[in-house]
Structures are given as C-alpha cells and as structure tokens.
C-alpha cells in the first residue's frame, strides 16, 4: 500500500495498523503545521548558524554514529537544503549543490523496505527486509506539530520537540533572556511507520535533532532517526523510549518492559 512498506498479521483479525476509523493520514516527510502555523518561524526564536560541520560521509552515514563508540545526540544536525549549501566552506568554489549530500534526511520516500508486523506481546512492531548500515538515516517522526500538554495520556504518540539545553544555548548566544513554550509532534491520527517504532532498554535506533538551512525556528527541529549499528534483516527497530515512559507504563497499566534485550532495565 505504501512504497516500501509491507503488512503482516499472523496474530489477529486486525489486518491494517492505522486506525481507519480515526481517518488516520499516512504521510512519509511531511509535517502537519497547521495547528502551529501562526507562531511558526517567529522572528524571537529564529536562530542563524554561522559555523559548517561535516555531518556525513560519502554513504551518507552519519559520522557522530561513525566515528564515536559512544554517542552523544545532544548536538543538533544543521543540514543545507537546496537553495542554501554550505559544502562549498569545505570542498571546493564550484562545488556543486546538485550533488551534496549533507541533505541525507530530505528524501522523499523510505529508503530500506520494511514490514508493520503484529507481534504477540508488543503489538505492532516495524521489522527491516533489509541490512540496514550503521549511521544510515531511516526515517523522520512524523505527525502534527502542537503546543505540549503537561497533562495527557503518556500512550498518545507524541514526541517533545524541544529539551532545555536548547534554550540555554540559544539564550547565550543571543545573549538575552527568551521565553520558551514546549511543543510536540503527535502521530496519533497523522504520522508514518516510526509511529510503530517500540522501545528496547538495547535500541538499534537513536534519534537526532535536525535543522534544514541557514536560518531556522529553534522550538522545530525535526526528529530523524537513524542506525546505532549495523541492523540485519528481520530484525526489529527499535528505539529507548526512556525512563519515564516506562515509569508511567509500569505504575499505570502495570505492564513490565517487554524488549527482552540482554540489558533490559524493567523485566522485573
């Protein structure tokens, strides 16, 4: 149905994973920002790189993944687009933007075929029909972009766009005080397969912070995915969803984690 993405339910009746009956939206890159539309891009929270670092290698691997044994995705990525390429600083004058490849997140369809697969203790789970290399970018989480409600359902889909020490770097550096709201990406009724990404304490995948061009709004990054490790084929992606989801699933639905990786942190 969708390009890439095949399903597979062995264990029910239930032979669609999105919720049909919710009008849900399958949309592989595309944001919903309409309900974020009039604050977008505010002057107050425009932010200007002028510094370029290499962010992948000629396979489009992500060197913070390649070159570090131990990752750290608190820098965010700061990608050209195509009207604004920043290769040039460290290639050459007549570098040419057709080919640059610090756009590996702006593709427009999903790279490495994979199936939504029902399991019997997880539910729907996303599974690689093939090797995926380490540092690969897999995919972006996708949905409708809104302000953060402190009080709601922890099992809704969402993903917090923004962490304080964005705040604290952003104040410095324009060297004066800015008051920040928090805001989410939802994918309960709009989003793409990393919406059935389920936890593992052992993830093959890590999330980073991306920026497209020059100048960009600092509460929007987009949220890409891409591989820890080498993945094989058949196995299942999975990222940490962290302690307090798993807090707020064991203490509310009293369900204990079920990655059965070697190193889970809550089985008991």
């Not at 997880?122 to 302000?147: A, L, M, R």
């Not at 020490?165 to 104040?171: G, I, K, M, Q």
């Not at 805001?183 to 397969?193: K, L, R, S, W």
């Not at 204990?256 to 190193?263: L, Q, V, W």
Request: one cysteine or more; charged letters at 25%.
């Amino acid at each position: 149905m969708f390009k890439n993405v095949t399903i597979e339910n062995e264990i029910d009746e239930n032979n669609f994973p999105f919720d049909c009956n919710n009008s849900f939206i399958y949309s592989f890159n595309k944001r919903d920002y309409s309900n974020v539309k009039d604050i977008l891009n505010d002057e107050k929270y425009l932010f200007s790189s002028s510094s370029f670092i290499k962010n992948y290698n000629e396979n489009n691997q992500l060197l913070d993944i390649i070159n570090n044994p131990l990752i750290d995705n608190d820098r965010f990525i700061i990608e050209c687009t195509d009207k604004e390429c920043y290769c040039k600083e460290i290639n050459h004058s007549n570098h040419n933007y057709k080919y640059c490849n610090n756009k590996a997140t702006q593709i427009s369809e999903l790279q490495f075929s994979v199936t939504i697969k029902k399991t019997k203790e997880k539910g729907w789970g996303v599974f690689t029909n093939e090797f995926i290399p380490k540092g690969s970018f897999v995919v972006e989480y996708i949905g409708k972009c809104k302000e953060l409600i402190e009080e709601q359902d922890e099992d809704c889909y969402s993903f917090e766009l923004y962490t304080k020490e964005y705040e604290y770097y952003f104040n410095r550096k324009k060297k004066k005080k800015q008051e920040f709201k928090l805001y989410e990406v939802c994918a309960t009724n709009y989003g793409n397969i990393s919406a059935f990404f389920n936890h593992s304490c052992q993830p093959n995948l890590i999330v980073f912070n991306v920026f497209r061009g020059n100048v960009f709004d600092i509460r929007f990054p987009h949220l890409c995915f891409f591989a820890m490790n080498d993945i094989l084929i058949g196995e299942e992606l999975c990222f940490d969803y962290g302690d307090s989801y798993i807090t707020w699933m064991r203490t509310t639905l009293n369900v204990n984690c079920k990655c059965n990786s070697e190193f889970c942190r809550y089985s008991k």
